[in-house]
Nanobody, 118 residues
Framework: QVQLEESGGGLVQAGGSLRLSCAASRSIAGIRAMGWYRQAPGKERELVAVMLNNALTHYADSVRGRFTISRDNAKNTVYLEMNSLTPEDTAVYYC????????????WGQGTQVTVSS
């Protein structure tokens, strides 16, 4: 079983930046996609950014141009660089990895809280 551990969340003022990291417990073969989701209080979990195995990326409209997803295969880690943060970005951020051996929903981390103050 693969464990994913997110880190890098915290409290930041509007306009600030944070970098989230998601480290897998081991190398994952046959990765199809690595992504970040978020869930704000009272809202459904939503896709923030995803990187497909061919390195193509997709971003939610609300974060495009401000957030950047990247990965380091040698470290089994995916990152989310978040800039120009607004209070609307406040949420728990979850890492997700889908592979040929995972369930269709993929592997999930426990989440890391991001709070943006105005």
């Amino acid at each position: 079983q693969v464990q994913l551990e997110e880190s890098g969340g915290g409290l930041v003022q509007a306009g600030g930046s944070l970098r989230l990291s998601c480290a897998a417990s081991r190398s994952i073969a046959g990765i199809r996609a690595m992504g970040w989701y978020r869930q704000a209080p009272g809202k459904e979990r939503e896709l923030v950014a995803v990187m497909l195995n061919n390195a193509l990326t997709h971003y939610a409209d609300s974060v495009r141009g401000r957030f950047t997803i990247s990965r380091d295969n040698a470290k089994n880690t995916v990152y989310l660089e978040m800039n120009s943060l607004t209070p609307e970005d406040t949420a728990v951020y979850y890492c997700n990895v889908k592979s040929i051996s995972s369930a269709p929903t993929g592997y999930w981390g426990q989440g890391t809280q991001v709070t943006v103050s105005s």
